[in-house]
């Protein structure tokens, strides 16, 4: 069902000149903001535009990678008004505000299907952010080592180190064949997620008004993750997998949770030129049981691509045991 989704993973690890001092949840929100605007100052010609009405935005980095726009092409998402982001930002769960000179602070950049072909373009913003540093009250890194990784196969290949900053190519991807291979060796029957960021979650009451689920059951996160992987899937893999979506819902919402162990996590930061962005979430864990098999391919590649809102910054990830 999943054999057309291609997951990049690229493992980034940097070493601060100095103390830097990051707040100990929320760094993807800190690199993302970062990334971007270092982002659009290399890549854009035409800085007043707006990306959708920008004349060269079928060739521009910045709107691939940070800011896509649908295409009229388009058949799953010509609703979206907001498309998703086609990457994830997923610093290393380590609970650390403080770094010295010395210490590596490691994060992975994952990358969707074909935005796999804008690596370099996700390179040289970081090697840039790194040196000029995330921001008025953090300091600067040097850019150590570039890793391709596949997670799931133990497999990694280094494509960049500082000691002679050559860049080399990799093919080392996440497949559906790889995704495949781990829903098999989970158990069909009893699984538990643990949430490791926080994950926010709407879903429609019965009045038909969107509101955060904070005590989620296990359908409210499946549909969830079944949108985000078939909208990135439609953009970045050449098409949504062809799936009984309604059915698959439906089914979800007889998969029993057994056990819930989770806490709200209220934390917002503020946005880049000001404004305050919410990005609270539940963590901890939920096991759920029921006729398993079908959903597991979609849960092992939500491991890799998050589920629920502000996915892109990192929240929303969890890790499955069966």
């Not at 290399?42 to 649908?70: G, N, S, W």
């Not at 880049?272 to 849960?299: A, C, Q, R």
Request: aromatic fraction near 10%; include cysteine.
């Amino acid at each position: 069902m999943l054999d057309a989704l291609e997951i990049g993973v690229f493992r980034f690890a940097m070493e601060p000149d100095g103390p830097v001092n990051l707040p100990p949840h929320g760094k993807g929100g800190v690199f993302r903001a970062a990334f971007g605007r270092a982002l659009r100052d290399l890549v854009c010609v035409v800085p007043r535009a707006r990306c959708e009405t920008c004349p060269v935005v079928r060739e521009c980095a910045y709107q691939h990678i940070f800011a896509p726009v649908v295409s009229p092409d388009a058949t799953a998402l010509r609703k979206d008004k907001d498309p998703r982001r086609g990457y994830v930002l997923r610093p290393v769960l380590d609970g650390r505000s403080r770094y010295d000179r010395g210490d590596l602070f490691v994060f992975d950049f994952v990358l969707a299907g074909t935005l796999g072909t804008w690596l370099p373009f996700v390179m040289l913003p970081i090697r840039e952010l790194a040196a000029r540093g995330l921001g008025r009250q953090w300091g600067t890194f040097v850019l150590r080592s570039i890793a391709a990784v596949n997670p799931f196969a133990g497999a990694s290949e280094t494509i960049y180190h500082d000691s002679d900053a050559t860049v080399k190519t990799s093919k080392l991807r996440v497949t559906g064949d790889d995704i495949t291979t781990r829903a098999a060796a989970l158990e069909d029957g009893t699984i538990t997620m643990n949430f490791v960021t926080p994950a926010s979650i709407r879903a429609r009451d019965a009045g038909g008004r969107t509101m955060q689920v904070r005590q989620p059951g296990f359908h409210h996160v499946f549909k969830r993750l079944r949108d985000r992987v078939a909208a990135l899937m439609e953009q970045y893999c050449g098409g949504a997998p062809k799936a009984d979506y309604k059915g698959l819902g439906e089914r979800a919402e007889e998969v029993k949770t057994v056990r819930r162990d989770l806490r709200w996590v209220d934390y917002r930061r503020t946005k880049y030129g000001g404004g305050v962005h919410d990005m609270s979430g539940f963590i901890g864990t939920m096991t759920v049981e029921g006729k398993l098999n079908e959903f597991l391919p979609w849960l092992v590649a939500g491991e890799l691509l998050h589920v629920g809102e502000n996915a892109a910054f990192g929240n929303g990830r969890y890790e499955l045991a069966a």
